[in-house]
């Protein structure tokens, strides 16, 4: 199975930007597709993006369609979130997260979690 660690999350400004990082270990990422979460306080968990196994398909939610963006390097194992013109909505928990292949793409049910990491954005 694999195992992920994200990091990047930080303090930033309303507009700003901020990368986050989901470093994989025990398999690589190319095997599944990958996704990213987030979870507000006092909300449930949202898939806001997700990345096919084969790298050819995208999800984005409404919330973050044009400023977030997912990207893989499969040398470097690693799944990305580009973060940019922030908002103080995007306050959360951000969660990557694996998901063996589903029949359908984007798929609700993730197999593999990270720990999290926090993003806050200040207004």
């Known amino acids: 199975q694999v195992q992920l660690v994200e990091s990047g999350g930080g303090l930033v400004q309303t507009g700003g930007s901020l990368k986050l990082s989901c470093a994989a270990s025990?398999?690589?990422?190319?095997?599944?597709?990958m996704g990213w979460f987030r979870q507000a306080p006092g909300k449930e968990r949202e898939l806001i993006t997700a990345?096919?196994?084969?790298?050819?398909?995208?999800y984005y939610a409404d919330s973050v369609k044009g400023r977030f963006t997912i990207s893989r390097d499969n040398a470097r194992n690693t799944v990305y979130l580009q973060m940019d013109s922030l908002k103080p909505e995007d306050t959360a928990v951000y969660y990557c997260?694996?998901?063996?292949?589903?029949?359908?793409?984007?798929?609700?049910?993730?197999?593999?979690w990270g720990q999290g990491t926090q993003v806050t954005v200040s207004s």
């Open positions: 997260a694996a998901q063996i292949e589903r029949p359908v793409f984007p798929h609700s049910e993730y197999d593999y």
């Open positions: 025990g398999r690589t990422v190319s095997n599944y597709a």
């Open positions: 990345l096919s196994k084969s790298g050819s398909s995208t």
